[in-house]
């Protein structure tokens, strides 16, 4: 594909890699938040809450991990030449959706048609 096709893919890496970053450390800061009070998660009022926010944290890591994944394939397909060309119908992918969207594996039809 293109140099833009390059960039808009490294642009998201960076951005994913600091916003990984920045989770595990909020996840380090709840579990040692956590690990410093003597509170039982079930008995203590603040335990669910605690238990809550370690959680979602956890969810969005893994969020955010699988996106690094998604990245790293779409740099795949990029080398490859297969980067913007429909895994569905072998289509373009269009440009639009690939800046929205830039993981993106099939065209705006074949998404909405959840092929």
Known sequence: MTVED????????LRTVQQLTSLSRDFDAVVEASQDSNADDEHDPDGATVAF??????????QTRRHLDEIDDAQ?????????????????IATARLEARPVART????ASAGR
């Not at 390059?6 to 890496?13: K, N, Q």
């Not at 913007?84 to 289509?91: I, N």
């Open 76 to 92: 795949s397909r990029l080398d490859e030449g297969s980067y913007g060309v429909c895994e569905s119908c072998g289509r373009p």
């Open 53 to 62: 926010e370690r959680s979602q944290v956890d969810s969005l890591l893994q």
């Open 107 to 110: 065209c705006i039809e074949c």
């Open 6 to 13: 390059r960039e808009r893919l490294e642009a998201e890496r």
